[in-house]
Each structure stands twice: as C-alpha cells, then as structure tokens.
C-alpha cells in the first residue's frame, strides 16, 4: 500500500485547513489509517486514526473537538479536517497504514507542512 499525503499550507490562527491521505495498492488489508505530527524539534506524535473496514476515529487529547478523521472507502482516501487551527498546530504531517491491531504503522506517506501564523 502506498500512502501520498496533501493539503497542508500557510494558514492564520482560527483558521481551518483539510489534509487528504490517497491510498493505492492492497488497500482490503488495512486495519487502521492513521495521521501523526512532528514539530521541529520535537518527537513525532500521534494525532488522530480511524479504522478502514468500521470507520471508528480516536484522537489525541489536543486535537479532541478540533480535527475530525474520516475514510473513504469509494476515494481510497483518509481525510483530517482541522479546524480553530492554532500556531501549536505547526508541524509536518504524515499519513500511515498498519495492517492489524497489535501491529506497527508500516507504510508511510512522504508528509504535508502545515504552518500556522499568530
């Protein structure tokens, strides 16, 4: 499975900003498709993930009320919408696929830049 990540930009404090994750190849294996974060000078961190064949989202406390996670089966596609977008939201965002529960995020997408002004 191959993941391309897009959307990412130059955006103001408050605004809003849709990423988008395409998948391609095998994507009937899939359990979980995931979007994660790395500031500069930070560790990679995880943000929000929903199941393929369920649609069941989770997300990390910081983003929880803010970003909505959804997948589309029929566009082979993960979508992160982020609203009320803040300058700590500043960061490369990765899209990845892992292929069962108890497994690690194995395919990874190449990231988005996502900058928020104050």
């Known amino acids: 499975v191959q993941l391309q990540a897009s959307g990412g930009g130059l955006v103001r404090a408050g605004d809003s900003l849709r990423l988008s994750c395409a998948l391609s190849?095998?994507?009937?294996?899939?359990?979980?498709v995931a979007w994660f974060r790395q500031a500069p000078g930070k560790e990679r961190e995880f943000v929000a993930r929903?199941?393929?064949?369920?649609?069941?989202?989770d997300y990390a406390d910081s983003v929880q009320g803010r970003f909505f996670i959804a997948r589309s089966k029929a566009r082979s596609a993960v979508d992160l919408s982020m609203d009320s977008l803040q300058p700590e939201d500043t960061a490369v965002y990765y899209c990845?696929?892992?292929?069962?529960?108890?497994?690690?995020?194995?395919?990874w997408g190449q990231g988005t830049q996502v900058t928020v002004s104050s």
């Open positions: 990845a696929a892992k292929f069962r529960y108890d497994a690690e995020y194995s395919s």
């Open positions: 929903v199941t393929w064949t369920g649609g069941s989202a």
């Open positions: 190849g095998r994507t009937s294996g899939i359990y979980t």
